[in-house]
């Protein structure tokens, strides 16, 4: 059974900083790109980054360009997200997500979708 | 930008009714990249259809996806009471990966 388990949410002061992590079973994590999307409270779902199976490539939103880094340890199946610079528009809950995703030179070609996710973490920035 | 406008945006159905959910895209999406999601209140989205119209792992067959270019459809064919949940369809042949806004599915 897959499962993702997502962590390190909390309240951070607008200009803070705050990790997540995402631990992963029940399928071989090193084979699967992985995602965090994100949604705001009441509101639509947005994905954020991704990352190759590798590591070796990574993929961002505008929104979060140079402000957010993603990365993964695939001797630990965990997936992380660093935010940095946050602000109140970053509040949301955070979802981890293995994703099926094509890429050919370094780009996107097809994907991501979201296969399976995890249960979510809710970030909070505000003073 | 591929902006998706899902309708209605709430839907009011009886158990054993069918349910249909537009997701129009402001531009064609390439392949038919487009998936759909269910996602039931205090849960994460559960992947219900990829590429259109090909169900994910484990879901039912009362659930089908079809459309192309700009149209696509999400029809439930008989509303069993674990349906009734919001349902968001997702482009991902073009950058940025975008989401429509949403259908919510409630018991009339």
């Known amino acids: 059974e897959v499962q993702l388990l997502g962590s390190g949410g909390g309240l951070v002061q607008p200009g803070g900083s705050l990790r997540l992590s995402c631990a992963a079973s029940?399928?071989?994590?090193?084979?699967?790109?992985m995602s965090w999307v994100r949604q705001a409270p009441g509101r639509g779902l947005e994905w954020v980054s991704a990352i190759s199976g590798s590591g070796g490539s990574t993929y961002y939103a505008d929104s979060v360009k140079g402000r957010f880094t993603i990365s993964r340890d695939n001797s630990k199946t965990t997936l992380y997200l660093q935010m940095n610079s946050l602000t109140a528009e970053d509040t949301a809950v955070y979802y981890c997500?293995?994703?099926?995703?094509?890429?050919?030179?370094?780009?996107?070609?097809?994907?991501?979708?979201?296969?399976?996710w995890g249960q979510g973490t809710l970030v909070t920035v505000s003073s | 930008e591929i902006v998706l406008t899902q309708s209605p945006g709430t839907l009011s159905l009886s158990p054993g009714e069918r349910g249909t959910l537009s997701c129009r895209a402001s531009?064609?999406?390439?392949?038919?990249?487009l998936a759909w999601y269910q996602q039931k209140p205090g849960q994460a989205p559960r992947l219900l259809i990829y590429?259109?119209?090909s169900r994910a792992t484990g879901i039912p067959d009362r659930f089908s996806g079809s459309g192309s270019g700009t149209d696509f459809t999400l029809t439930i064919s008989r509303l069993e009471p674990e349906d009734f949940a919001v349902y968001y369809c997702?482009?991902?042949?073009?950058?940025?990966?975008?989401f429509g806004q949403g259908t919510k599915v409630e018991i009339k």
């Open positions: 590429g259109a119209s």
């Open positions: 997702q482009q991902y042949g073009n950058s940025p990966k975008t």
């Open positions: 997500a293995n994703s099926i995703m094509i890429t050919f030179g370094g780009v996107i070609v097809k994907g991501p979708y979201f296969e399976y």
């Open positions: 029940g399928f071989t994590f090193s084979s699967y790109a």
């Open positions: 531009q064609s999406v390439s392949s038919s990249y």
